[in-house]
């Protein structure tokens, strides 16, 4: 069974006043650290989207086991990013048999958690397999291709929390615990480095 992995890293970081993909987490940077994550789960294989700053961005990621896919209109909303993520993944043959969705500003959320919904997947079940929240279910999540259309359908800022929610009988969720936090503004950003950089998330 072949999972494809997005990680979503496209976004303007509009609140965060800089990139946050190049902001210092630990001995690396933010997405980095992501992509780490990522190429260190069981999924089969890992794309990168980038799209403001895109080239800058780029160089100063260390080399990997991923591919970098560059979404030029990413000012369009998550949602578009997911579209673009998704339709590429519908040109490969054979068709992946599910998309693991996942950003790149939750560091506390390591591959132990992304494994845990890549087996939850495998065991059959659910279409969906997605982190709890506690009161609503969200991404990371894992998606068998059956929902590949309606992922590269959404448009704007409706990311794919909005199709979990939509099919939430056909979902089901790993909690993650405190470790779901992500970063948005500088002052996520001082309170997570602050508790976080020097321990193992």
Excluded at 12 to 27: F, V
Excluded at 71 to 94: A, C, Q
Excluded at 114 to 143: E, H, R
């Amino acid at each position: 069974m072949k999972i494809a992995l997005l990680l979503l890293a496209a976004g303007g970081s509009r609140r965060m006043g800089r990139p946050k993909q190049l902001l210092p987490w630990k001995d690396t940077i933010l997405l980095d650290h992501a992509l780490q994550t990522a190429v260190s789960s069981k999924a089969d294989e890992v794309i990168l989207i980038l799209g403001a700053e895109a080239e800058t961005i780029q160089k100063s990621l260390k080399r990997g086991r991923f591919n970098i896919l560059i979404h030029k209109e990413w000012e369009k909303g998550l949602g578009s990013t997911i579209k673009k993520g998704v339709s590429y993944l519908e040109t490969f043959d054979p068709l992946p048999q599910a998309v693991l969705i996942m950003l790149g500003d939750q560091p506390l959320l390591g591959a132990d958690h992304l494994n845990s919904l890549i087996d939850q997947f495998k065991k059959g079940g659910k279409g969906i397999v997605a982190t709890d929240y506690g009161a609503k279910l969200g991404v990371p999540a894992v998606f068998s291709r059956e929902y590949f259309t309606k992922l590269a359908r959404l448009q704007g800022d409706s990311g794919a929390g909005v199709l979990i929610a939509s099919n939430v009988h056909s979902a089901t969720g790993i909690p993650a615990g405190k470790r779901t936090a992500d970063l948005d503004t500088p002052e996520d950003y001082q309170s997570l480095t602050q508790t976080h950089q020097k321990s193992d998330s």
